[in-house]
């Protein structure tokens, strides 16, 4: 298991709870709340879901100056509130600064999203200028 080396000061309660890190590979589990409903019916916005894909995808590649560059997704399914959204994300591949990362959110067996992004590993902070 490998400890975690970026996004350090995020609140969990907004992209969720990193899960067990490997090299190149990370979970992160985020619940639903009433806060994240778009209506009264309690229809989570996607930007939670996205939220979530993004933190694994940053998680997978685990270092202190990764940022996201772009990303390719996909919303398959609806997330409601009160479910639990678990997101896992895997390094498919590295060239130079460039990492692209695989991201599947899945509520239980239901896949609510999957995606490909684009992660850059800068040689300092992205606000050093």
Do not use: W
């Not at 939670?48 to 694994?56: H, N, R, S, V």
Request: glycine share 12%.
């Amino acid at each position: 298991m490998e400890p975690q080396r970026t996004h350090l000061a995020i609140d969990p309660t907004l992209v969720g709870v990193p899960g067990p890190l490997a090299a190149g590979r990370a979970e992160a589990t985020l619940t639903a709340t009433a806060t994240m409903a778009a209506d009264d019916r309690g229809l989570v916005h996607g930007g939670f879901t996205f939220g979530l894909a993004d933190y694994a995808a940053m998680l997978a590649v685990n270092d202190p100056n990764v940022v996201l560059g772009g990303a390719s997704t996909r919303f398959l399914a609806p997330v409601t509130v009160g479910e639990v959204m678990v997101a896992r994300a895997e390094v498919r591949e590295e060239k130079g600064k460039k990492r692209v990362v695989a991201v599947t959110v899945s509520v239980g067996e239901r896949v609510v999203l999957e995606g490909e992004l684009t992660c850059f590993v800068l040689a300092g902070h992205v606000l050093d200028g």
